[in-house]
T-cell receptor, first 113, second 109 residues
């Protein structure tokens, strides 16, 4: 079975541009999570969805960040406008149910110049 | 929020050695998990272990939920075990996963 699929793998863009990261969870998984990893702050949960509904977005750093899940097989994380401090690796993960293992995609390495 | 402490922060082993990694939580946790981040940055789920002991090949994990800690054992380490090991867990009945800072393991041939 295919794992969690993220795109793009790498993104380099200039400050002020809009960035859209994409994620396809494992089929049949009800939970989808977006994380960010930086050297300073480690791995942080940004937002998670249950059955396409955002449940907790308290980790989203500010209003420039938004996430959507229009259907069970697709989610986006958008940054507008982007800033250099947004540079990080962004991971998407999915889980079958509330108490179950989380499986991560390979991440998107984002660099904002 | 819940605090997650991992020890040791760094560990260097000779191939074939055994090791124990520890994870302490400041509050009750459910859904505790161990992950390995390989040198290519991929995060692999090793164990989902809210309590008890599980084994998978040379790796095993034990969680003592009442005492708020979990241990990851690596036996007969191999160079491919190198990377960073993270534990993570949410507050009870919550998916707000909190990750520790990780243990960076280097296995030398």
């Amino acid at each position: 079975d295919a794992g969690v699929i993220q795109s793009p793998r790498h993104e380099v863009t200039e400050m002020g541009q809009e960035v859209t990261l994409r994620c396809k969870p494992i089929s049949g998984h009800d939970y989808l999570f977006w994380y960010r990893q930086t050297m300073m702050r480690g791995l942080e949960l940004l937002i998670y969805f249950n059955n396409n509904v955002p449940i907790d977005d308290s980790g989203m750093p500010e209003d420039r960040f938004s996430a959507k899940m229009p259907n069970a097989s697709f989610s986006t994380l958008k940054i507008q406008p982007s800033e250099p401090r947004d540079s990080a690796v962004y991971f998407c993960a999915s889980g079958e149910r509330q108490a179950s293992p989380q499986h991560f995609g390979d991440g998107t390495r984002l660099s904002i110049l | 929020g819940i605090q997650v402490e991992q020890s040791p922060p760094d560990l260097i082993l000779q191939e074939g050695a055994n090791s124990t990694l520890r994870c302490n939580f400041s509050d009750s946790v459910n859904n505790l998990q161990w992950f390995h981040q390989n040198p290519w940055g991929q995060l692999i789920n090793l164990f989902y272990i809210p309590s008890g002991t599980k084994q998978n090949g040379r790796l095993s994990a034990t969680t003592v939920a009442t005492e708020r800690y979990s241990l990851l054992y690596i036996s007969s380490s191999q160079t491919t075990d190198s990377g960073v090991y993270f534990c993570a867990g949410p507050r009870y009945n919550n998916n707000d996963m909190r990750f520790g800072a990780g243990t960076r393991l280097t296995v030398k041939p």
